[in-house]
């Protein structure tokens, strides 16, 4: 990752907001990722919405078959992050 400038992440963002539907999502994501990886982001995506809903990493763990490693990592992301879940969950974090 040390030849990775910001400006290749910025062209990455850039294109993902040119897609304008699930189905271009669907498209985009399914060419770029493998399967395990959108798993793991939608793994992610539904451990934030049960930690929202305040449900203990067991319960979670057992909902979503995620570790309690990958739960603390999105509990922090939600606590101490750049606020880039409560966007997507429709909830607007001032960082």
């Known amino acids: 990752m040390e030849n990775f400038s910001i400006e290749k992440f910025d062209e990455l963002f850039n294109a ?3 897609l304008e ?6 498209k985009f994501f ?3 990722c493998t399967i395990k990886e959108l798993e793991d ?3 992610r ?3 934030a919405k049960l930690l929202k809903s305040k449900k203990n ?3 979670i763990s057992k909902l979503t078959g995620a570790s309690t490693a990958t739960i603390s990592r999105v509990n922090k992301c939600l606590n101490y992050g750049k606020g880039g879940y409560n966007i997507v969950l429709g909830e607007k974090k001032d960082n």
């Open 30 to 32: 399914e060419d770029v």
């Open 57 to 59: 990493y067991q319960e």
């Open 16 to 18: 993902i907001l040119k």
């Open 21 to 26: 539907s699930v189905e271009d999502c669907r």
């Open 45 to 47: 995506l539904e451990v």
């Open 41 to 43: 982001i939608t793994q």
